[in-house]
């Protein structure tokens, strides 16, 4: 059999830059800066355990059979309340469970795109949306970013003379950007996809993981205030806040596209794992997530301070960023030319791991960038990774 049997758009496909880089990662003495996982020294395995006997003594059985393609109604529930203290007011027939956000990516990606379309994101942006918009053979265009997140004046200049279908964005402590849409951005973007009749595709896997008093309204709460909650599509997961595991996320979905969603998600999978689910709904009903998401944040924070200050200090003269106020990543870029693909050969011979920004670009990428993840390293290791990319250079 030859390669041209696969399907032309998926023959050229690659895999992730970043799970590649992972096997590297894995290497003995190497301190990884790269992959985005969470850290599994705070999982929760004292309520992970209590949920898994609930699961196995309640209605134990409904957790080994097949479920409903929109999930289960009580983690449905449960979902909304959790959206309350997000600001979004939603009922359970606007939610549906995924196996996590980026089966919500891929699913609204199949929904919504036909070939061709044109479906704007943020330079940079989170690689695996990158895929699946390829994957559905979306024309991608994108706008760029500074320190108060997606910069909305050149999306609205873009769209007076082109008609988009889709804005995708990570509104809040992005991946990879690390940064946050500002408020008045918030509000300026929603009118936008009102006013010229485009979808927004808002994925908020990180909104929880907040370093600082401020809160952040989702774009599906300002379109709410608006009047406008059918142009807003919003993702959320369980990944960054519970377990990654799981592969359990979920979608809050306009009426308009709901069904085409539910029979996306029959034709997909049937359902997320019902064990899964009852798992992550028995976990909720403990009362114990506000304390393990407070856990978290206050771990992230922490080191996302250490990586912070060692790069200012070690490296200042040759990177700037922004700090994040929340999330898992920082994003830096170098003062001067520079092609950070090259200099992980460098690097990794010292025994340091990052991911090139390159990767999150759909075009025009910066080489001048890298993204370097801070939550599962630890704090002398943070310090003893700026060292070695500063012997690096
Ligand atoms: N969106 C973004 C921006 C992410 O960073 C991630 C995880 N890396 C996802 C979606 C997917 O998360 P999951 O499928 O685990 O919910």
Known sequence: MSHNKIAHKVQNLQSSAIRELLKHSKMEGVISLGGGIPNPDLFDREGLEMAMEKVLSSTWK????????????????????????????????????????????????????????????????????????????????????????????????????????????????????????????RKQLVELAQR????????DPYGEINFTDKTFTPLKAWAAEMGCSDNVIYTSTFSKILAPGAR?????????????????????????????QSLTYHYLTTGRLTGQIAL???????????????????????????????GMFLWAKFKYEMNTTEWLKKTLNNGVVYVPGEFFYCNEPDHATLRMSYVSVTDENLKEAVLRLKASL
């Not at 479920?67 to 959206?83: A, K, N």
């Not at 359990?248 to 969603?261: E, F, Y």
């Not at 998600?265 to 019902?274: C, E, F, G, R, V």
Request: with cysteine; glycine share 8%.
């Open 296 to 326: 978290i944040r206050d771990a992230y924070k922490h080191k996302c301070e250490i990586l912070c200050q060692a790069v200012e200090s070690e490296l200042g003269e040759h990177l700037t960023f922004h700090k994040p106020m929340g």
């Open 248 to 276: 359990v996320g979920w979608l809050v979905l306009p009426d308009w596209v709901k069904r085409q969603v539910v029979i996306l998600k029959q034709a997909t999978d049937l359902h997320t794992s019902t064990l899964s």
């Open 62 to 185: 409904d957790a080994f059979q097949y479920g409903l393609s929109e999930g289960s109604p009580e983690l449905r529930g449960e979902i909304c309340q959790l959206l309350s203290g997000r600001g979004i007011r939603c009922g359970i027939d606007e939610v549906v469970v995924t196996s996590g956000s980026q089966q919500s990516l891929d699913i609204l990606a199949r929904a919504l795109i036909n070939p061709g379309d044109i479906v704007v994101v943020e330079r940079p942006t989170y690689l695996a949306a990158l895929q699946v918009l390829q994957l559905a053979e979306a024309n991608l265009m994108s706008v760029g970013t500074d320190g108060e997140g997606m910069i909305v004046d050149e999306l609205e200049a873009l769209v007076k003379t082109t008609p988009i279908k889709a804005v995708y964005i990570v509104p809040t402590f992005g991946n990879p950007g690390g940064v946050t849409l500002a408020e008045p951005r």
């Open 196 to 203: 010229y009749d485009f979808v927004i595709i808002e994925d």
